[in-house]
Every structure is written in C-alpha cells, then in structure tokens.
C-alpha cells in the first residue's frame, strides 16, 4: 500500500497560476521517479488573495486557516498586497494566524546564473528571520489622526519626549520569548545540518532595548540551552587563542549596516543568520542580489507544528499568464517542503535536476536576457527540462 499524504497549496496571485502549473509538474515527477507509487501527494487547492476574493467576496477566509492546520503545512504561491492603504498583508496575516514565527530563506549560487559579484559560489547561508514580532506587527497612526496626537501628548507630558506633531507613530516591540524561540530554532538548524556558526544581526548599537535585547537574549539561549555544542566568538579569542574548540558552533554577532558589507566582502564566514523581521526581510533580498536575484530564491515559514512554504517574490502582474516567468523559486521552495516531510531523496532530485537544467543554458527570461547567445524558454518548458534531467 502507497504512503499517501494530502498538501493544500493556494495558487497565487499574478504570475502564480504559472509558476504554480510548472511547479507541480515538478513535485509530481520527483515523487513518481523517486518512489514509483509507494508514495504518493494528492493536492488539495485552499483560497487567499484575489483568487479567494473572486469566489467568496473576501481577500482570505477562516477555511483557509483550517486546512492547513489540519494537515500541518501548505505550499503557497505569491499573494497581492497594495502598497500605501488597502488590506494588510496576507502573507503577514497568514503568519502571525498560523505562528509561523521562523522564515526560513536558504540562499546559495546555481552554477551558470550571472551574479554581480566576483565568487557568487561563496554565498552558501540560511537566514532565520523572525515573523511575528517588530515593525510587522503594523502598530502604527497615521499623522495628524486623533491617536498619533494623543500619544506624542502623552510622550511630551510623561516622559519629556519631543516628536514633531506632524509625525506618524509606530510602535516596535521585541519580545524576549519571540526573540528566543527563532534563535534557538535556528541554533538547532545549525547543530543538525553540521553548519559553523550562527550570526545575530541586530541593530543594538542604536536601539538598545529592542534589537540590543534581541542580541543579549540570542546569547543567553545560547549558552543556557547550547553550551556545550557552541562557543561564542569572543570565547575563541580569549579562551581558545583564536581556534574553534572540535565540534563546537561559534555564536556571533553583527550590527545590521556592517553586515550588509560583510556578507559582500566575506560571504564564506556565514552560514545561518538569525535576524529580527524587519533585518531579516532586507538581507534575505540583499543576499539573494548575490546570486542572481530573487528567481531562485526559496522559502519557508515555519512554526512548531506547522509549516507554510512559499517563493519570496511578488506577484509580477504584467507577465501574469504570458507562461514567462521563472518558476524557480517555487520549485525550490517545494524541494525544502519535501525535506520537511523527511522525503529528502525527492527533494534532492529536484535540486539536482535544476541545477543540471542551468548549467545546460536551459532558462527562462529573467536568466537568459543576462547571457549572450541564450535564448529564454517558457516557465513551463523550464520545468518539462527539470523533469527530464531527474533520475529515475
């Protein structure tokens, strides 16, 4: 008898219909290649975005939120989400719903991707980038209403704060359990993936009490829960005179703007970040410039029970439907779905499958307008290339 599981996916919004397509082209083949019938995925479609407005007269419905904490995961293409006013956001939505608190963007080069730095191969990092906390959280007023004036009141009388009253206010909260539970989820990717080090990236040299805390409490974790797998980077200089102790994983830290630099100038001493959100949301997209750009870019967002996978770009509307754009990143997104579920033999076809499609100069677009002489192909004859470069 076949192992058969059930996957909700939401197809996406813009160029989600197509990625979506190729994408369980894919999943559909890896599964039968890899375990001919002993395994098997049904797909069961869920609703978000514009999609789930068309067919219920809402952008996302309770329904949504009990299928996927019904089977424990979902794979989900990319959502609409206005910019300046309209609803929020649903991919924030979902996340704080669900407590998705973990997303998780494994970033690395494809041999064959052009990339504006010199050894795009160096890049080879995990960010852990926290969900459900920080500026995301979209406590804010706008200027001029009753509330943003009654709190710069409030600030001026109580605390002796000058803000100019056309100012709008947010608010940013960091909290000690939220900050605890993403480094200690990303301090054990470390220690079951064999990976060097973890770095905290935070801007405690300004925000003291916020993302310093974030820093402070990152270590505390560390040594408290880890001590006797990590080490911390300043234990090596002056306790080990400048060696890691055998098997130990160095915790470290970097201020966000420095880090930016260091991942350009020394990609190679990173390997698992962990970021608050708003950090993490940058360097993830700044990281992938790297490589070659957000096409390739996969993702999850992870709880612990649930998990929701998803690719990190947009929606792209004006190539919705034109069978163009690369589908890469969901693609990839699913093969971290498949590792999840412990099918890792279908999850490291597709990678290997991939990988092979590109260095053959097979692409679409978004790749091949950056070479010259390779002429792009559709989404969908990127995946059909993928499934026939994967073992049997």
């Avoid at 479609?45 to 996927?68: D, H, P, Q, R, V």
């Avoid at 006013?85 to 970033?107: D, E, K, W």
């Avoid at 009141?153 to 608010?171: H, P, R, V, Y």
């Avoid at 405690?204 to 009490?209: L, P, S, T, V």
């Amino acid at each position: 008898m076949s192992e058969k599981i059930i996957i909700p996916f939401i197809e996406g919004d813009g160029i989600g219909p197509d990625i979506w397509r190729a994408s369980k082209m894919v999943f559909d083949a890896t599964v039968e290649k890899i375990y001919k019938g002993k395994r098997e995925v049904e797909w069961k479609e869920i609703y978000a975005g514009e999609k789930c407005y068309k067919k219920y007269g809402k952008w996302l419905i309770e329904e949504t939120f009990k299928e996927i904490q019904k089977y424990g995961l979902a794979i989900k293409g990319p959502l609409t989400t206005p910019i300046g006013g309209g609803f929020r956001s649903l991919n924030v939505t979902i996340r704080q719903q669900l407590g998705l608190y973990a997303c998780v963007r494994p970033v690395r080069h494809f041999s064959g991707v052009p990339a504006p730095v010199k050894n795009p191969e160096f890049v080879d990092v995990v960010i852990f980038r926290e969900n459900t906390d920080d500026i995301y959280l979209g406590i804010e007023w706008e200027a001029y209403s009753k509330e943003a004036t009654k709190i710069i009141g409030f600030l001026s009388k109580e605390f002796k704060i000058s803000i100019n009253e056309d100012s709008g206010i947010g608010i940013k909260p960091m909290s000690e359990f939220k900050s605890k539970r993403l480094i200690r989820k990303a301090i054990k990717y470390a220690i079951e993936n064999n990976k060097p080090n973890v770095t905290l990236v935070h801007k405690g040299n300004i925000m003291k009490y916020t993302e310093g805390a974030f820093k402070k409490w990152g270590y505390e974790v560390a040594q408290k829960e880890f001590g006797d797998k990590i080490v911390t980077e300043d234990e090596v200089y002056t306790t080990y005179k400048g060696k890691v102790p055998l098997n130990k994983i160095i915790i470290k830290d970097r201020i966000t703007d420095a880090m930016f630099q260091q991942i350009l100038l020394r990609p190679k001493e990173y390997s698992v970040i962990a970021a608050p959100n708003l950090n993490g949301d940058y360097l993830s997209d700044a990281i992938l410039a790297q490589v070659g750009g957000l096409g390739l870019g996969p993702g999850a967002n992870i709880g612990d029970n649930i998990a929701v996978f998803e690719a990190t770009h947009g929606t792209a509307p004006k190539y919705a439907g034109m069978d163009k754009v690369n589908p890469g990143a969901l693609i990839l997104s699913g093969s971290m779905m498949f590792d999840y579920l412990g099918w890792t033999e279908a999850s490291r076809n597709i990678v290997h499958a991939l990988e092979k499609t590109i260095s053959s100069e097979v692409m679409t677009y978004d790749i091949a307008r950056q070479i010259k002489g390779v002429a792009p192909v559709k989404c969908s004859e990127f995946a059909k290339e993928i499934i026939r470069n994967m073992e049997n």
